[in-house]
């Protein structure tokens, strides 16, 4: 699988429509355009490798992921990421892309393509996270979510100094298209990295921050990936069986600024 990495830049000024390239102003994204008939989930077909990945997406509770839980009352902002496996050249691989660090929240911090369900996205109860999980990954990387088979959904977890409930959605990559920063102002890069690396206990630490939050981290890709993203990738290494032993007592700072 080959994927377009580009610098801010690359696409600028293109005036058509294509993976990897921003949207006119106003245009409606593929994933808009798709009825809610083809929002299906389903595991068929899928490589034999991620098997594991889709059984513990159907057995896995909300407690086994995090602590932080969707406030009781209803509050916080709906929002989805969608968890994207691919067959890179080196194995499995995860899509990721970083934040622009111009961002008011997060700046400069690897995360999953997602963000907040629009109206338009439909009920938040059914299909609204898994068309906003592929929306926002074709606005942010240029992926044609056309290529992408949804087979899991992970609990609705929470994300406290945001107040956003966000459901992880988990795709596979059957029709590779490439991928690039499509906005500057909100994503610095778009990137891949092997799960091969995310399970080498060479490339894991626990991330600290000076709020006292401890958490783990991933050191891939010339990247710190920590926070909500390095939970989500950790607890699914770790109920797919892929996890292998690591250093606990590694640790990587944080400053206030993370």
């Given amino acids: 699988m080959t994927h377009t990495q580009s610098s801010p830049h690359a696409q600028a000024g293109s005036p058509h429509v294509r993976p990897g390239a921003p949207h006119p102003p106003g245009a409606p994204s593929t994933a808009a355009l798709i009825p809610d008939s083809a929002m299906a989930v389903t595991g068929d077909g899928l490589p034999d490798w991620l098997d594991p ?24 902002r709906q929002s989805a990421v969608l968890v994207l496996f691919g067959d890179g050249a080196r ?18 911090q690897p995360s999953f393509p997602g963000g907040a369900l629009d109206p338009e996205d439909g009920d938040q109860a059914t299909t609204g996270p898994l068309r906003a999980a592929l929306r926002e990954a074709e606005e942010e ?13 992970l609990p609705r977890l929470y994300i406290p100094v945001s107040g956003f409930v966000v459901t992880p959605v988990l795709g596979w990559w059957r029709e590779p298209s490439p991928v690039a920063v499509v906005d500057p102002a909100e994503t610095a890069r778009v990137f891949t990295v092997p799960v091969a690396d995310l399970t080498d206990p060479a490339n894991r630490a626990t991330a600290v921050h000076p709020s006292g939050h401890r958490g783990p981290a991933f050191l ?3 990247a710190l ?11 699914i290494l770790h109920y797919a069986g892929w996890e292998r032993p690591w250093d606990r007592t590694r640790q990587v700072p944080l400053d206030w600024r993370a």
């Fill in 53 to 76: 990945v889709a059984t513990a997406s159907r057995t896995v509770r909300p407690q086994q992921l995090s602590r932080f839980l969707p406030p009781e009352d209803g509050a916080g």
């Fill in 141 to 153: 990387t240029g992926l044609d979510p056309r290529g992408v088979q949804l087979f899991g959904v």
């Fill in 220 to 222: 891939v890709e010339s």
């Fill in 225 to 235: 990936v920590w926070g909500f993203t390095a939970g989500v990738i950790d607890r």
């Fill in 91 to 108: 194995g499995p691989e995860l899509l990721l892309m970083e934040r622009s660090g111009s961002l008011r929240s997060h700046a400069g």
